[in-house]
């Protein structure tokens, strides 16, 4: 009983909600008046924009060049060339030749006389690392032949003390050595059975 009195009412109050919108749209729609227009028609300006000029050129005038002093003219050179004294204003270096290698090789006789092996270039050999860090010294007796053209050939260690420790770097070292060849008849001439003995010291 209580719940169909309850619908009853709420149909009731939706009844007079609906009715009182409806009135309301009727009244909104009802309601009489023009609309007022707008200000007056959008005005439109034109503005005129400044023509950018061009930038004007300036001109340069090109530099002045000046005209550039006459060279003189070359002097008169009347002499010939068989007049000119061929030892006049020049200088003859003679090489410096010392007293005693000329007189036990031959040097400053006359051309074609026979002259031994002069020593040019010797070079020291190279100090074994191994050996100077655990201070071996020594000597080697090295043989070899000096060509026709003042370089050495068919180098070898004859003899050594201690045995095999320099024997490397005192070949080595006389392969590069160079000499004046020895002279016989004027021509020069492969020469064998030099030797030398090469020693190896801690305190060099």
């Not at 530099?63 to 068989?82: C, G, L, T, W």
């Not at 003899?159 to 008849?185: I, Y």
């Amino acid at each position: 009983m209580a719940a169909s009195l309850r619908n009853m009412m709420a149909f009731s109050v939706a009844c007079v909600v609906t009715l009182g919108l409806f009135w309301i749209m009727q009244a909104l729609v009802g309601v009489e008046g023009e609309l007022k227009e707008g200000g007056g028609k959008p005005r439109i300006e034109f503005v005129r924009l400044r023509k950018d000029t061009a930038p004007a050129e300036k001109q340069r005038e090109p530099p002045k060049r000046e005209k550039p002093e006459e060279a003189p003219p070359p002097p008169d050179i009347s002499m010939s060339k068989a007049s000119l004294d061929p030892g006049e204003g020049v200088g003859t270096i003679a090489p410096q030749i010392d007293a005693g290698e000329a007189l036990a090789g031959g040097i400053g006789m006359a051309g074609g006389a026979d002259r031994d092996v002069v020593p040019m270039v010797r070079i020291q050999p190279q100090y074994p690392m191994r050996a100077r860090q655990r201070g071996i010294e020594g000597w080697v007796e090295v043989g070899f032949t000096i060509t026709e053209i003042g370089t050495t050939k068919d180098v070898a260690a004859l003899s050594s003390q201690p045995g095999r420790v320099f024997d490397r770097a005192a070949t080595t070292a006389v392969r590069k050595w160079k000499f004046n060849p020895r002279v016989e008849d004027g021509k020069p001439v492969e020469s064998s059975g030099h030797r030398t003995v090469i020693d190896f010291s801690l305190d060099d």
